[in-house]
């Protein structure tokens, strides 16, 4: 009687095991989690009433800062980063339509399976030369991009 429940605990602790190691490697292999974590405003808020009051310094936007009608301008139209990096309120949160899978281009706009919001385009990064694997990642002259790796044998 006892082997037996030993027995199953033992299955029960294998199998949320697994299923531990399982999510925990398919979340590393997502290739989504690059993004900056905050932005370098290009030209700091003059004004600090522009500013929310949960951002520390004038100069710099942490990713998802919560924005609404009220204080929209806190990353309407704001450019960052050195021009890589242009945020705009997409429902209640600073987002970067340049780079942003979910607002590729503007609020909204969502890439499909295997894209990458590349300079506000959606862009195919699974067999793309010139982005493969994630964006501006170029293939050498005459190795082809195959399953987003630069010369997959």
């Not at 030209?43 to 929310?52: D, G, H």
């Not at 021009?83 to 590729?104: A, E, M, P, Q």
């Amino acid at each position: 009687m006892a082997t037996t429940s030993l027995l199953k605990l033992a299955t029960i602790l294998s199998l949320f095991t697994i299923l531990f190691i399982t999510s925990s490697s398919q979340h590393s292999l997502n290739d989504e989690d690059d993004e900056e974590i905050e932005y370098v405003l290009d030209t700091p808020f003059a004004n600090t009433r522009l500013r929310s009051r949960f951002l520390a310094d004038k100069s710099v936007i942490k990713k998802g800062t919560t924005c609404s009608q009220s204080n929209k301008d806190v990353c309407n139209g704001i450019s960052a980063n050195n021009g890589t990096s242009l945020l705009f309120c997409c429902k209640t949160h600073c987002r970067n339509v340049l780079g942003d899978k979910n607002n590729c281009g503007e609020c909204g706009h969502k890439c499909a399976l295997g894209q990458r919001c590349c300079g506000a385009i959606c862009t195919d990064v699974i067999n793309n030369d010139t982005n493969c694997g994630k964006c501006n990642k170029r293939c050498l002259p005459g190795v082809k991009c195959e399953k987003r790796i630069c010369g997959y044998a």
